[in-house]
């Protein structure tokens, strides 16, 4: 089959790969229909080169159609149509019995003091061939794909696979009081879901803040407030004023590892800090 290989820093290529079979009673193979590519695998674009080897398979934002299951696996068929969370979880340990999957005790890469295997992710989390490919060996199958409608284009369900339930998340955390108001610094994919959700989630106002027009443009057509930091010499004030010299009552902050290194990272920091958010609690 044909895969996105990590060659070396800042060098992915489209290779062959032998085709994943089934290796474990709970395995499944699923045919990959949609694939995302996500900011952190701008990390092993650029930084996590050494936890890499030439030839790993990158993604961890997959969807498709089940194509084999092991004996294990009892709810998928062939002809599933499922996305694939990028956490690889076993479902019955002692943190998957409290929903923190992400800390899976049966999958997590304990020598290097992480948390679950990821898909396509480094030796730091257990060198898993990813989705980005023509077909994933999917371990841990009789627990980790979610079934969706046969109906529907894949961009209706893919972003199940991380970022949708990663600014879901991160609203849960921010717990912004009903009725109040909400500051998402950062409006890349990540910050648009963040402030749709706050949104949906009764937040009373949105606020987001980002310094790319287009970024801006498609926050406000959904009903969101923006700063343009690009146009602000003191972001933690502007902030503070618009919500009646207080400030908002919960922080969200999806500026982004890399970007953090910039001016507009920074400030964001700042005023993150500053704000009297709930965060800080
Ligand atoms: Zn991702
Ligand atoms: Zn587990």
Not at 47 to 63: A, R
Not at 187 to 198: D, M, S
Request: proline residues 7%.
């Amino acid at each position: 089959m044909k895969a996105l290989t990590w060659q070396g820093r800042r060098d992915v290529r489209v290779e062959d790969v032998p085709d994943p079979r089934i290796e474990e009673p709970t395995d499944a193979i699923v045919r990959i229909t949609s694939t995302a590519i996500c900011g952190s695998d701008l990390h092993l674009y650029e930084v996590l080169g050494p936890y890499l080897k030439p030839g790993d398979v990158l993604g961890h934002e997959p969807m498709g159609i089940v194509e084999e299951v092991g004996t294990g696996v009892t709810r998928l068929k062939p002809g599933d149509r499922v996305v694939v969370p990028f956490n690889i979880a076993c479902g019955s340990c002692w943190m998957c019995d409290r929903q923190l999957y992400a800390q899976c005790e049966t999958t997590q890469v304990t020598a290097e003091g992480k948390g679950a295997a990821l898909f396509g992710y480094t030796s730091l989390h257990g060198s898993v061939p990813g989705g980005q490919a023509e077909y994933l060996r999917v371990p841990h199958a009789q627990f980790g794909p979610i079934k969706v409608p046969q109906t529907g284009p894949d961009e209706r369900w893919l972003y199940l696979s991380d970022i949708l339930p990663t600014a879901w998340q991160a609203v849960k955390y921010a717990d912004t009081p009903p009725g109040g108001t909400l500051a998402v610094f950062g409006l890349g994919p990540v910050g648009q879901f963040c402030a749709r959700i706050g949104r949906h989630l009764g937040a009373g106002r949105v606020i987001g803040l980002d310094l790319v027009p287009e970024r801006l443009e498609m926050a406000r057509r959904h009903g969101v407030e923006t700063l343009d930091v690009s146009q602000l010499d003191d972001v933690p004030g502007a902030l503070i004023d618009l919500v009646d010299g207080r400030g908002p009552d919960a922080v969200i902050d999806a500026v982004g590892m890399e970007a953090h290194g910039s001016t507009s990272g920074k400030l964001a920091q700042t005023a993150a800090g500053l704000v009297p958010d709930r965060l800080a609690d």
